[in-house]
């Protein structure tokens, strides 16, 4: 119960340096507003959890159910996602009541002791738990994606002290072995459906980077003509630089030289050694390409990562954007693994072998978006602590770039 | 300087019932934010009349300029028209804040003696004064428009007084001479550029309806299957109301027999004695069609309206939606003419005679819209009184009907 | 009969000089396949004059009414527009024999005597002419399209002469009266609905260019910076020059200083002293506002054109091209009014006073477009002869510029 | 050279049923004309053999490398591809000219010996041959896509002989081992570069259907509400279903009960015994879904087919649509694997580990496609002979049907 009630505090005061317009727009498809993802996590309990397991609960208001769910086609009609900006009612101070509400019924329902004793209940409020994480790191990220698209450009927080200045360091590649390897979750704590089942997988040697891509690193892939020649760019990926006029990475103004970023502290200088963010898949594939190398796959990564701690950079630290790699690294480790940027993989996002949704509106959690996307790995400055780990897979479309999103290298051996 | 005050003064009590997170979002790209109409209708002032006559004057922020410039290409680049609802900064507070700053320096421009002595400023004051009436029209408009869309239906004001269930009166057909006229503004007072030179025109004897169409009457149009037949339509009406999906006037809901409209009380049973409105010009000119008639040309409701005196339902009454016409009509003289809604006419939206557009920014206010749309004339339940006139014109394009239009009949004799 | 035929003889004429895969073809939305042309022409006959006339009449495939219907509703469901291209099937052979089919049961129709003895079958036959002549016009501009976007750019026809290099004759002011005018058709011989009623029409005190605006001087607006400055254009207008990238008319390629022109000869330099052409009226009227003139109205044009020949460089001359006007204007009198270009007016298409549209499918003919178009009068370069006359009313939307289209200036007194 | 010969042949004999405008017309984005397949092939041969490897060859026209340029960046800019039916320039003859002229160099080159003493000519002719089969097979998917398009519906060849009547053999599952095998082509024959490196993968123990999914099985889904439940749909494929409005197989016309497909025949009943083809990915998944079963993995299909014969149901069978099962399946042995329809796997197409795309345009072949795209295993019912292999990769995006594709079921054992 401390930790739901923890999460649930943290999405308030994520949301406190935020005034209710901040929290009320929309600023694109892909991106919701603070409101909708405090009051949509609220929504998720209260359908999830208590409706089926707190006997007598009242919904606060059932057109909420309307406004709140996001895409559970068998949890009934919803606000289409491109809408969700629409929604001044109920207003920043009903959702805040509705979350209230939803936590003194969550509270009720631990007091009656159904999450002790049924263990179906417990896995519902974990799963809530980690959904509502998921949904702070959202918060975040497109309240970056508003403030960018702001003519005044606004910043979340005051800046950060200056950047050190300092370099990145020398990029080293660790040597990986190849045959069979088991991945995905083992069981015995929480993980989401999609790293289930664990299955084995066939690995062949291969190379992984000790470090993150960094921004100085991209700069010599822009001063190539990286975003004007063809030759890097799948297909799909050279349309889009072309219709979306693309020439650096999401965020970056000005010009060469002189290329600031957008970030939650507001317009900054780019800083060459701290790894770069805000790119697409479309652009750490060309990236990757340009360099002679490759993207890994995310068996690779997750059996680099397997034995690791899930620390590094991340929502505790409050630097809210990706920090260059530590001066030393630790040889034969490889650093970065956790926080700062989700690493894209190679891999596009499919079910694993025996993988079956489950029953129900839960089943629609993470199976039918298994198409078109591709796997991240790792985790951002922005995740929460105790959210990813070894196993844990996000995914996104191969366009998308307004996530905390860079680049591991790979190559084969 | 009173009116001046006052029309500033009513601007932010129109937007009184409201929270700030209605104030900032953006229904659809032809509506604009509240909040935006605040500060776009100072930037007017501060840019047309302070910053060239009031000297000393230093703007609030100069980055407002792009915030809340409209259309005028020669006062410089601009936030795109869909993109207003993304600027939750600056601050309604400080939205409110700027208007404060533009009130006092208006303030010391009137107590500097300059609209007094200088009948250039007192005519850009006055054009700043009707400036903002449009806009406090447009402040109720696009705020019905957000409400409409919010699943909640929120209400801008408490329901009115159940409707009184009256029929209403009979429609009479007004004997109008033809003739040479003179129309357009003859000067003396203030009007908008785009009503004048005064002019000859020449009018055919005809007939116009004693009072407006009404819900009663549009019920029988789509109960004949109105929306349904071509042979009503112009071919981009119909093509409109195939891709639409139109079925009957805008924020109807429900279904034949048991129709409702959004309006700013709320959702309510349609009123068939109370005159239609948020029908487009397609939808006007099919009916008319329909019912054997036509649309009126605006010479002909100019010259119907030339002596009577500029009353009705306008933003005074607290109505604001329409009101059905009186129970007597006073013989030979048409009703309704000003106030309830704005009423289409069969004439495109084209410059008169000799008008030549005025150099400058201020040059762009009405003359560059003059292709593609259609002229309106009186007024309608928001518009504020002391606003509109006999030779007012106003224009939309076919296609729209989120404001308040509707339609008053004509024929020929 | 002989016209009759005459006119079904010339549209395969006009189709000669083409492969039936350039025939089937369609370039744009707005431009339709020559073997659709050929065959709607054929369809039209064969629906308004055959079927309810000639007894006994049994169409040649009744599946060709939905492949050659071309926007009348009561006629039927049809082929998409945009999709006229699709059509492969029936072949170009087949229509050919389709048109021979309607031909030899038009002859019959003759021979029975109908339309000696039935003056509304004579009308509809007369009509079944007049808009065969149209899609004539229609066949030329629309294989200029087609032949322009194609990468070889062929010709149509070989190429004229060398132009003579010779200058356009000075322009010169016409003066004309202003009062009440008669204007539309009188009856008597054939006009189509949208020229009728005859009526009354106030006009002021103008002037009207003796010529129409060259190559040459269109090259001053360019050169001025015409398409780069927003103060010239009507918003929509400069919508449409961004979103369209214009810098130049229709079919020019190249740049400043060697601009060529795609024409029925191919592609050819820009010749001076020639009229200006494929101007949309955007571009019409932008270059009138920044002349300081206007355009001309379309009673003002027609009042100019009443007592004139018709006559001038039509379909006829062979040249299929507009050309400088005579190197001397007879004075006072306003040359190349019929020939070379369409010219825009300022006029909204609209009804005239008194219009309805008739009953039935050919009520379709014109009344349904009369929205968001303006009147072009005159006659082209691909007018056939004894087509137009100084009541016609031709109409095109304001941003489209794929037929021959050009500019005569007008100007207050 | 005989066989390079031949497959020069067979192109102009499948074009040989069509008219010169049915080889002109383009019918869709996707899909190309007859003519410019025929020329684009040549150009093929012109720009990746002759130009390099014939001293003094010189193009029959420089201008063809603009228009038949299929998407090779580095072979220069080109036609855009929703702009080939625009191409009625050059003519079918001369596009038959110029592969003559092709041929005869083709001629010259294998006279001079270069293939025969150069491996890489040879290899160039190889792919070339490689790269005209599957251009034929695109003539007939896209002719097909063409006529369903007409509303003439034309058939490319007479109808068949009325379908048997004949059910389709019982399903039976075929126990597949799990295990290490070696998957991708070995080398030492003609195989695209997408099909290696050869190298190891991972088999679960799995089962796989013995023969294809058929229409009457389809038909149960259909009536199981299939295409109105989103239950059986990936997110994306749902948002398909409903802009797209699929109720059925592409081609499928009429209503449940009297369903007809449009084929290279004609429109014809639908053969309940004959395979479901036109399905996309997403129904083909949708259905496994619902069958309560999978698509199986691209090295699942290959690993049953690597020993088995490349014969079917393909070009040469002159079927030119699926046909039935036959009614005795060998025990233990998959029928319908090569030919009928290419089969839909679960594998997004990406690059075998250690794939790196060759220098230069033709690097372009297959690599750059690597994404978004899902693999298909087999053959289909115009696939030429020899062409196909139990490594080959065909890949189409999710939504493509316009393919013949189908369906094999996978399950976990
Ligand atoms: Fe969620
Ligand atoms: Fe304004
Ligand atoms: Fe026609
Ligand atoms: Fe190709």
């Not at 620390?311 to 530590?326: D, E, I």
């Not at 072998?353 to 199976?367: D, I, K």
Request: hydrophobic share 40%; with cysteine; net charge negative.
């Amino acid at each position: 119960m401390r930790r739901l009630a923890e999460t649930r505090r943290l999405s308030l005061s994520l949301a406190e340096p935020l005034s209710a317009e901040d929290q009320v727009v929309q600023p694109m498809d892909d991106a919701s507003p603070t409101k909708w993802h405090l009051a949509h996590t609220t929504w998720f309990f209260e359908t999830f959890v208590l409706k089926p397991h707190l006997p007598g609960y009242r919904a606060l208001d059932e057109r909420f159910a309307y406004c709140f769910n996001s895409y559970y086609e068998a949890a009934g009609p919803r606000q289409p996602r491109p809408k969700r900006g629409l929604l001044t009612r109920p207003s920043l101070e009903d959702v805040i009541g509705y979350r209230r509400h939803v936590d003194i019924a969550l509270e009720a329902l631990f007091e009656a002791g159904a999450p002790q004793r049924n263990r179906d209940v417990a896995d519902l409020v974990e799963l809530g738990i980690n959904h509502e994480q998921q949904h702070q790191e959202l918060i975040l990220t497109d309240i970056l994606a508003l403030f960018a698209a702001e003519p005044l450009r606004p910043a979340y927080r005051s800046a950060r002290g200056p950047a050190t200045g300092g370099a990145a360091p020398e990029l080293r590649w660790i040597d990986c072995p190849g045959g069979i390897r088991h991945v995905g979750h083992a069981g015995g704590s929480f993980a989401f459906d999609n790293e289930g089942p664990r299955h084995e997988a066939l690995l062949r040697e291969h190379r992984l980077a000790s470090r993150l891509v960094t921004n100085g690193e991209w700069l010599e892939f822009i001063e190539d003509g990286g975003y004007a020649k063809p030759e890097h760019w799948l297909s799909d990926g050279w349309a889009t630089v072309k219709t979306q006029g693309w020439s650096a990475p999401g965020y970056w103004e000005g010009e060469p030289g002189a290329w600031r970023q957008m970030t939650l502290g507001g317009l900054q200088p780019v800083d060459p050694a701290a790894p770069v963010t805000h790119v697409s898949y479309f652009e750490a594939d060309a990236f990757a390409r340009w360099a002679g190398k490759r993207l890994p796959t995310e068996f690779e990564w997750e059996a680099a990562a397997a034995g690791l701690p899930v620390r590094g950079n991340m929502l505790g630290s409050g630097a809210l954007q990706p920090l260059p790699a530590p001066a030393r690294l630790a040889s034969g480790m490889p650093a970065q693994m956790f926080g700062d940027v989700w690493e894209w993989t190679q891999s596009a996002y499919a079910p694993y072998p025996g993988f079956r949704a489950g029953p129900g509106a839960l089943g629609e959690y993470n199976g039918k978006f298994m198409c078109g996307q591709y796997v991240l790995r790792g985790a951002s400055c922005v995740t929460p602590e105790g959210h990813s780990r070894a196993t844990y897979r996000n995914f996104f479309y191969p366009h998308q770039r307004w996530q905390f999103t860079g680049v591991r290298l790979a190559d084969d051996r």
